[in-house]
């Protein structure tokens, strides 16, 4: 028993060496970085805490959801209209309401869309998606379609001492890097849990899970709460980072754009939820700028769809299995 143990115990403590270091590279970049490049390793951290709160439905789960902006956008909206006006909130409670609200939404959409399957299941998500949409873009509740900014950003004081200003850019992104990392491990606990594991047989086989006496449903459920709950700080650290939000970002666009980053990166692995959103976030940059790729630059959504096309027919795993492929092409 001990030897196969420790085989195993071996695997996953070495499962740990990459993410842990990633981490401490990213911790000591600040002192290396550009004004420009830490604002885009920031936008890039956001969108992989994105990515991977969308991976605990689709790789996880087995559940499509073409609703997600929706938490993302009410997680920003809920911390610039909680702000108003007035003085920088308290991060302490603003980042759990923002959490909070983005979970409740999820809550309700998550009872009535999850009595759906398949082709279904997905255009409801959407359906709910775009009525929250058009409640921030049709109506005067928060700018209509034209945003609204954020004026004071959130700070954490302790004793009358400010611990943390989120208006501090290297606050803000060590911040950020903190939320990623508290993110991946969670989301790696919840796999290696029970309850990842019955996630994992209701992806493979749903039937067969109820009929071995696990109340499918609640699993479900609990497991897409946790993600709209998760698209909510990514929500919340959007909008601190940008000062403001527009309806945009609760749009299917945005919903397909996360998508796009998990198939590029490799759905079923966390590593590559956040390889994704790596890749296709550079990808975006560099195909819309002028100086790198000239006219191309106006019609980047064209050269970045083909080059997600040839990706995905070069490797259908997603980047996390080039690694994979490049050792079988050695070994041909």
């Given at each position: 028993?001990?030897?196969?143990i420790a085989p195993a115990t071996t695997r996953a403590s070495r499962g740990?060496?990459?993410?842990?270091?990633?981490?401490?590279?990213?911790?000591?970049l600040p002192a290396v970085l550009t004004p420009y490049t830490q604002d885009l390793v920031v936008k890039i951290a956001v969108f992989a805490i994105f990515a991977l709160s969308?991976?605990?439905l689709v790789g996880v789960t087995g559940l499509v959801s073409l609703g997600h902006a929706a938490f993302l956008g009410i997680g920003a909206y809920v911390t610039v209209l909680v702000t108003g006006d007035g003085d920088a909130?308290?991060?302490?409670?603003?980042?759990?309401l923002a959490i909070a609200c983005a979970a409740a939404y999820a809550l309700f959409v998550g009872a009535l869309s999850l009595r759906t399957k398949g082709v279904y299941f997905i255009m409801v998500t959407l359906a709910f998606a775009q009525m929250a949409y058009f409640v921030f873009h049709d109506t005067k509740l928060a700018g209509g379609s034209d945003g609204i900014f954020l004026y004071a950003k959130p700070v954490l004081a302790l004793g009358g001492s400010t611990l943390l200003d989120l208006d501090n850019k290297r606050h803000l992104y060590y911040t950020v890097l903190a939320a990623l990392v508290g993110t991946y491990a969670l989301l790696a606990m919840i796999q290696a849990s029970r309850f990842g594991h019955a996630l994992a047989g209701i992806r493979v086989n749903e039937q067969r899970m109820r009929a071995a006496g696990f109340a499918t449903y609640g699993y479900k459920l609990a497991a897409f709460v946790i993600a709209g709950a998760l698209a909510g700080l990514a929500g919340f650290l959007l909008a601190v980072k940008d000062g403001a939000v527009n309806p945009e970002l609760l749009s299917w666009h945005e919903?397909?754009?996360?998508?796009?980053?998990l198939i590029l990166g490799g759905i079923g692995s966390l590593r590559g939820a956040v390889i994704g959103a790596v890749a296709f976030t550079l990808l975006k940059e560099l195909f819309q700028s002028e100086a790198l790729v000239g006219p191309l630059a106006?019609?980047?959504q064209l050269t970045l769809g083909f080059t997600i096309i040839a990706f995905v027919a070069w490797l259908p795993k997603g980047l996390v299995g080039l690694t994979a492929r490049l050792r079988g092409a050695g070994r041909g």
């Open positions: 028993m001990a030897a196969v740990w060496v990459v993410p842990v270091t990633v981490a401490l590279v990213l911790a000591f969308l991976e605990l909130r308290s991060l302490l409670w603003l980042a759990p919903s397909g754009a996360v998508l796009l980053m106006g019609h980047w």
